[in-house]
């Protein structure tokens, strides 16, 4: 079992939709929680960053930590068309590492 | 925000010479650096961390006299990849975090194709 889980997708909605991506993880060491976007032949960019358990919200992006559940989601009101991407989600437990989900392909059509 | 750049962006050389790509922070000092290789349609595999003034980590399977990491200051770290051959073409990106968080900053990759 991967230590983080990311349904890789394609996930195809339409433009103004609201879209929930999500990462299960198996290791209750992790504490830090990130969500990365990463265009076509770019480096990722760093949407969240969350500390345990809880919500926080940046413009029409909402990150969401259920440590209970090991679960985490980033959602995305008004979707647009330039939002598509693929949406990495990453963790740390307090090391250097980052361990990365395999990363949700999503595409919004207009 | 935190910006950090890489160079070159793009590099084709030919089998059996070295390519040395350079990341820095532009406005944040990173203790730490990490560079990564990433395949098509795959997600970032860590190669490698760096700490400005000591010597890289590799991860396992990663050739460290291949791909030699310098972090000479606190805002630059370079990957050499020496001896390159047509299997180390790949994108390789680099990542700073904030010194005192566990946020990571990536630069814009750089594509290297040897021929």
């Known amino acids: 079992q991967k230590e983080v889980e990311q349904d890789p997708g394609p996930l195809s909605v339409p433009e103004g939709a609201i879209v929930s991506l999500n990462c299960t993880y198996s290791?209750?060491?992790?504490?830090?929680f990130m969500w990365y976007r990463q265009y076509s032949r770019k480096g990722p960019e760093l949407l969240m960053y969350?500390?345990?358990?809880g919500n926080k919200e940046d413009g029409r992006f909402t990150a969401q930590v259920d440590k209970s559940s090991k679960y985490i989601s980033l959602f995305i009101r008004d979707s647009q068309p330039s939002d598509s991407a693929t949406y990495l989600c990453?963790?740390?437990?307090?090391?250097?590492?980052?361990?990365f989900g395999t990363g949700t392909r999503l595409q919004v059509f207009p | 925000g935190a910006v950090v750049s890489q160079h070159p962006s793009w590099v084709i050389c030919k089998s059996g010479t070295s390519v040395k790509i350079e990341c820095r922070s532009l406005?944040?000092?990173?203790?730490?650096m990490f560079w990564y290789r990433q395949f098509p349609k795959q997600s970032l595999m860590l190669m490698a961390t760096?700490?400005?003034?000591?010597?890289?980590?590799?991860e396992q399977g990663v050739e460290k006299d291949k791909f030699l990491i310098n972090h000479a200051s606190l805002t630059l770290s370079t990957l050499t990849v020496t001896s390159a051959h047509p299997e180390d073409s790949s994108f390789y990106i680099c990542?700073?975090?904030?010194?005192?968080?566990?946020?990571?900053?990536f630069g814009p990759g750089t594509r290297l194709t040897v021929t």
């Open positions: 290791n209750s060491a992790f504490q830090y």
């Open positions: 990453a963790m740390s437990g307090g090391t250097d590492k980052l361990i």
């Open positions: 760096s700490n400005e003034g000591s010597k890289a980590t590799y």
């Open positions: 990542s700073a975090r904030i010194h005192r968080t566990y946020e990571q900053y």
């Open positions: 969350t500390y345990s358990s």
């Open positions: 406005d944040f000092q990173a203790t730490t």
